[in-house]
């Protein structure tokens, strides 16, 4: 009963830009952290960025300086702002959110359908 919906995703130059949005809905009581994964062809899926509720904010080593993670609690949506962007950001990008719901305030984790960013010349 609660979604995640990512949008953003696509083919780019190296050098270009990308912006991740997902979006969560339902039936959802509270959010804590959020944060993007990627996984590449052949490797295991790892954290990319993630964010807390009140805007702390921890990035894998590979992305820090190009890659800002952001949120907006109203709306219950992360973005992922990808910048100067090298083949080796190659991967599909899965949104990721720590929920309480409003039923019995369970609380778990989610993940979106992943979306495909390919860095290309």
């Known amino acids: 009963q609660v979604q995640l919906v990512e949008s953003g995703g696509g083919l780019v130059q190296p050098g270009g830009s990308l912006r991740l949005s997902c979006a969560a809905s339902?039936?959802?009581?509270?959010?804590?952290?959020m944060g993007w994964y990627r996984q590449a062809p052949g490797k295991q899926r790892e954290l990319a960025a993630a964010?807390?509720?009140?805007?702390?904010?921890n990035y894998a080593d590979s992305v820090k300086g190009r890659f800002t993670i952001s949120r907006d609690n109203a709306k219950n949506t992360v973005y992922l702002q990808m910048n100067s962007l090298k083949p080796e950001d190659t991967a599909v990008y899965y949104c990721?959110?720590?929920?309480?719901?409003?039923?019995?305030?369970?609380?778990?984790?989610?993940w979106g359908q992943g979306t495909q960013v390919t860095v290309s010349s």
């Open positions: 990721h959110a720590d929920i309480q719901q409003v039923t019995l305030l369970r609380r778990g984790d989610y």
């Open positions: 339902g039936s959802i009581f509270s959010i804590y952290s």
């Open positions: 964010i807390t509720r009140g805007g702390s904010t």
